[in-house]
């Protein structure tokens, strides 16, 4: 059975840093391609970062240069570590695996001063 479960998030002040961190379980992170999205209120769910089974990497625009996406392979996870956090980052963000269209439950994340 398939299993993501986010952990990490929580309250930065802009500037700050958080990691998140995608505990997967059922298969093998090195084998698919996974990803982080993220969705505010009244809009809808937006890619963040991908990274692929081969460690390629895509980021949102949005997020270049401040977000990095990384996998453990000993551990079997999928981590976001975010950077340079500004208040337009305030989400819920949510761990994905595009085959098989699997979701992790999400772990809010709150920038504010």
Known sequence: QVQLVESGGGWAQ???????????????????VMGWYRQVPGKAR????MITTVRSTNYANSVKGRFTISRDDAKNTVDLQMNKLN???????????????HWGQGTQVTVSS
């Open 87 to 101: 208040p337009q980052d305030t989400a819920v963000y949510y761990c994905y695996m595009p085959s098989g269209g």
């Open 46 to 49: 937006e890619m963040v970062a």
């Open 14 to 32: 802009p500037g700050g840093s958080l990691r998140l961190s995608c505990a997967v379980s059922g298969f093998t992170v090195s084998s698919k």
